[in-house]
């Protein structure tokens, strides 16, 4: 059967549920693998003829992996199959003097050389087989271990571009079975070639007695071979087909399980609903191992039966051959023994060759996302960073994302002098944190160009590049970790041994209160999944962030560019001020300070504001002339002031208005700002504190930053409802879901034949 044919077989079967909560069928978009459509339409020949491919691609890995292991595996498997030649050439001598003439005794005399060889034989059999096992047991988590690293390098090396490409993040998940599978093919490799050898004496063997036999050995073993592709051609097509339900079906597991989605499932009901759901899903992903199981049961039967009927031929024919006097009795006897074994070797042959075939799918993944992944690997070397660095200019820059045919920034030009501190301002979209990844060297441009003290950023070292970058995202990592390793990591290579070596980073962030609440200081671990570990609220991480920046800032001598990306959003008032102005502090003659933020109390002091608009740059200024130009900053200014006039005013005003733009306008008092406006705070109460001044209390109710979800609740600041705990940094929440279900298991999910794993 074609692939086409099969692809439409796993993928008959929507559930209502798909289309109700995905808008459509969740089915694994096999137009990514236009090529590999003809590595689907497998045949025995074809999986034959790759054989050595495969194996080679196999010995080339454990090569690299442990030499002296693959040496002793090969020695101790090919002594296997000599050992099995040897033994039959001894059972036909013993055949040979049983059946001979003579007394029964002296028979049994004539047979006992042979028997003792028989016994010889077996034993150094044993012993080999020992060895090699010994041998390819070490070599497998070795395999596995390079083929995981070469994996997990790999993804850490590219561009974020393909990180941001959905083809090649599909290719990430997809690639991640290959080291699995790397390993699985040591051992199978290995029994495939022990076959091979052990048929090729057998098959030696016979020829010897009889050229006809060796046909029909193969005529019995052919049925089997074919049965077996099929089955795993099956599997394979339905773990492409299925792999996004089970994952969705995971996602819903997860979702009823997580620490952020808990509310809402309680107060809103969505629990129930959600169960329904899963169930539902879980029964379409039922049905299709139904049939997965129906069609592996009709073809084994159809294989044992043909291979039956040759089992049959073979015997009549060698009946045939005494009858007619072609073939000694004895002869005939050995010829049993060499078929049996034969036949099972061919088996077990074609058994392995068809798993190879199996891992080989997976391992070409893996091999296919290396070779995409170095053709998006961030080039190392390049031009020296000048130590000084006099500007950052973007020069009529262009990028547009790998999926958009809009571009994300359209023309945009700006210079950002060391020493100053230049805000982005612009409504949800515009294109803000697309702006800083081009400044940062992560982006970049698709015309236009980047240039680091009059230098193209393509051209420069990256490496070093980032090293004088220091980030502060509103969705910077909260790693699963002690408190001071979150605050080091932010320059890892840093010395930081003792505790007091990030005092002054702690300080720094106001977060002295904050790490003498906890329980073991800098040393508590802030991973709520782990026993033992602390909690600490999206605030307080904001401030454990801002120490890790000040970490890292002050670990770079040279010019750089600190980022700050919408830094406050979690933080309350007063929190707020303080921030704004020790991110103020940070800079330094030799330091710019980008800041993207929708607090327009946080923007008015910056040296420059630009204002971005669906991509564009449509002004910029100070705040003083921005206002006095009356235009889109000034709109945006004025709307936040009145917003909080509103909410002075109203103080029991909903609780989350959103906003024509569909952003969540805010807490308590605050209305939506006229559609393409961000909505931010702005209190005539709130002024910048100088440095030296207390920071003044402002009178406003809390307000939370619309962007992201940080809004107070600790934790998921990032999309899609990533949490501190296991959804975030165990398993993805669209990896985590229940062992069984609609989401299948957790390793290769769709092969174990959980419930749920289609292809299990
Ligand atoms: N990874 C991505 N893939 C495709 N499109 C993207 C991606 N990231 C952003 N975009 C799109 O690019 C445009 C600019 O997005 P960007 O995140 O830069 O805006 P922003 O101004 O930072 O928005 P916000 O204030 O909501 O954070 C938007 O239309 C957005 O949908």
Same mark, same amino acid.
């Given at each position: 059967?074609r ?6 077989a ?5 559930s209502?549920?798909?289309r109700?909560?995905f808008?459509?069928?969740? &089915? ?14 497998l ?6 003829r790759?054989?050595p491919?495969?194996v ?9 992996? +442990?030499?002296?292991? @693959?040496?002793a ?5 090919i002594?296997q ?5 040897v033994g039959?050439l001894?059972?036909?001598a013993?055949?040979?003097a049983?059946?001979?003439g003579?007394?029964p005794t +002296?028979r ?8 003792v060889?028989?016994?010889?034989v077996?034993?150094?059999?044993a012993?080999l ?6 041998r ?10 390079l083929?995981?690293t070469e ?7 590219v ?10 993040? #599909?290719?990430i ?9 790397? #390993? ?8 495939a070639v022990?076959g ?6 057998a098959g $030696?063997v ?7 036999? @060796?046909p029909m050995l193969l005529l ?5 071979g ?8 099956e ?17 819903l597991g ?8 808990? !509310? ?6 969505v629990?129930d ?6 169930? +539902? ?13 129906t069609?592996?049961?009709l ?7 043909l ?10 024919f ?12 004895a002869?005939a006897?050995?010829a ?14 074609v058994?392995?060759?068809n %798993?190879?075939h ?5 391992v ?20 020296d960073v000048?130590?000084?660095?006099d500007?950052?200019r973007?020069e009529d ?9 809009e571009?994300?920034?359209?023309g945009?030009?700006?210079?950002i002098p ?7 301002? $612009? ?5 803000k ?5 081009v400044l940062?060297? @992560? ?9 680091w ?5 393509a &051209? @420069?070292?990256?490496? %070093?590049l ?6 502060l995202?509103?969705d910077?990592?909260r790693? /699963? ?6 605050i ?8 930081a041994?003792?505790? !007091?070596d990030l005092a002054g980073?702690?300080?720094f962030?106001?977060g002295g209160a ?6 073991h200081?800098l ?6 999944m ?11 991480? !904001?401030?454990?962030g801002?120490a ?7 670990g770079c001598g040279?010019?750089?560019l ?5 830094p ?5 008032p ?7 102005? &020790? ?7 030799r ?19 630009h204002v971005?608009h669906r991509?564009r740059?449509v002004e910029?200024g100070?705040?003083d ?11 945006m ?7 909080y006039a ?12 959103v906003?024509?733009?569909?952003? *969540? ?7 939506g700002p006229?559609?393409?406006q961000?909505?931010?705070?702005e ?5 910048h504190?100088s440095?030296?001044?207390p920071?003044?209390? /402002?009178s406003? *109710?809390?307000v939370r930053?619309?962007?992201?979800n ?6 998921p600041?990032?999309?899609a409802?990533a949490?501190?705990? *296991? ?7 669209? !990896? ?7 989401g299948?298991?957790? %390793?290769?999910p769709p &092969?174990t034949?959980?419930p749920?794993?289609?292809a299990g």
């Amino acid at each position: 059967m074609r692939v086409f044919g099969r692809v439409r077989a796993a993928g008959a079967a929507v559930s209502e549920s798909e289309r109700e909560l995905f808008g459509g069928p969740l &089915r694994y978009d096999m137009g990514w693998a236009e090529h590999e459509r003809a590595r689907l339409e497998l045949s025995m020949l074809s999986a034959v003829r790759a054989m050595p491919r495969l194996v080679g691609g196999t010995l080339r890995r454990a090569w690299r992996a +442990d030499r002296p292991a @693959l040496v002793a595996v090969a020695v101790s498997e090919i002594g296997q199959g000599v050992a099995a030649a040897v033994g039959l050439l001894a059972v036909n001598a013993v055949m040979h003097a049983l059946l001979g003439g003579g007394t029964p005794t +002296d028979r049994l005399y004539a047979a006992l050389p042979a028997l003792v060889a028989v016994g010889v034989v077996g034993v150094v059999n044993a012993g080999l087989a020992c060895w090699s096992t010994s041998r390819a047991g070490r070599l497998e988590p070795l395999v596995e271990r390079l083929a995981t690293t070469e994996y997990l390098a790999a993804a850490a090396a590219v561009e974020m571009e393909a990180i941001e490409d959905p083809e090649f993040r #599909r290719l990430i998940d997809v690639a991640q079975y290959g080291a699995a599978s790397a #390993r699985a093919m040591i051992g199978v490799s290995v029994a495939a070639v022990n076959g091979t050898i052990s048929l090729v004496a057998a098959g $030696g063997v016979l020829t010897v007695l009889h050229p006809a036999l @060796l046909p029909m050995l193969l005529l019995i073993a052919a049925p089997r071979g074919w049965g077996a592709m099929r089955v795993a051609q099956e599997r394979y097509v339905s773990v492409m087909v299925w792999v996004e339900h089970v994952r969705a079906g995971r996602l819903l597991g997860s979702l009823l399980t997580s620490r952020s989605a808990a !509310q809402e499932v309680r107060v809103h009901g969505v629990g129930d609903f959600l169960l329904d759901r899963y169930r +539902d899903m879980a029964e379409s992903a039922e049905r299709e191992q139904k049939r997965l199981a129906t069609d592996k049961a009709l073809t084994e039967l159809v294989a044992a039966g043909l291979s039956g009927l040759a089992m049959v031929a073979t015997y009549a024919f060698m009946g045939w051959l005494i009858v007619a006097g072609h073939m000694e009795l004895a002869v005939a006897g050995t010829a049993v023994i060499a078929v049996r074994s034969g036949s099972a070797n061919l088996g077990a042959l074609v058994m392995n060759v068809n %798993q190879l075939h199996e891992e080989a799918l997976y391992v070409h993944d893996h091999d296919r996302f290396l070779a995409e992944a170095a053709r998006h690997t961030i080039p190392e070397g390049g031009a020296d960073v000048p130590a000084r660095v006099d500007e950052i200019r973007a020069e009529d820059v262009t990028y547009r994302y790998p999926d958009r045919a809009e571009p994300a920034l359209d023309g945009v030009s700006l210079t950002i002098p060391m020493g100053s501190v230049t805000a982005v301002v $612009g409504e949800n979209g515009s294109g803000k944190s697309t702006l800083i990844k081009v400044l940062a060297g @992560l982006l970049l441009p698709g015309s236009g160009s980047v240039r680091w003290a009059g230098v193209d950023v393509a &051209r @420069l070292d990256r490496a %070093q590049l980032f090293d004088r970058v220091a980030l502060l995202t509103q969705d910077f990592e909260r790693w /699963p970790m002690t408190a001071g390793m979150n605050i080091r990591i932010g320059r890892p290579g840093r010395a930081a041994s003792k505790e !007091q070596d990030l005092a002054g980073a702690v300080r720094f962030a106001g977060g002295g209160a904050l790490v003498e609440r906890l329980p073991h200081g800098l040393r508590t671990l802030l991973a709520r999944m782990f026993r033992g570990a602390s909690e600490i609220s999206g605030g307080e991480w !904001q401030k454990i962030g801002l120490a890790r920046t000040h970490f890292r800032t002050e670990g770079c001598g040279a010019d750089g560019l600190l980022i700050v990306d919408e830094p406050t959003s979690a933080l309350d008032p007063e929190a707020e001020i303080a921030v704004f102005d &020790r991110i103020r502090r940070l800079a330094g003659p030799r330091r710019a300070i980008v800041l993207v933020t929708h607090r327009m109390s946080g923007v008015r002091h910056a040296d420059t504001i630009h204002v971005l608009h669906r991509g564009r740059l449509v002004e910029h200024g100070t705040h003083d002339e921005l206002m006095a130009a009356d235009g889109r900053y000034a709109s945006m200014f004025r709307t936040q002031a009145a917003q909080y006039a509103q909410g002075a005013q109203r103080p029991c005003g909903p609780a989350a208005e959103v906003s024509a733009t569909g952003v *969540p306008a805010g807490p308590p008092p605050v209305p939506g700002p006229p559609a393409g406006q961000d909505p931010a705070p702005e209190d005539p109460a709130i002024r910048h504190p100088s440095p030296a001044g207390p920071a003044p209390r /402002p009178s406003v *109710p809390q307000v939370r930053a619309p962007r992201g979800n940080g809004a107070g609740t600790p934790g998921p600041l990032g999309s899609a409802g990533a949490e501190v705990g *296991p959804a975030e940094h165990g398993p993805r929440p669209d !990896q985590a879901g229940p062992a069984t279900g609609a989401g299948g298991p957790e %390793q290769r999910p769709p &092969r174990t034949g959980t419930p749920g794993s289609p292809a299990g």
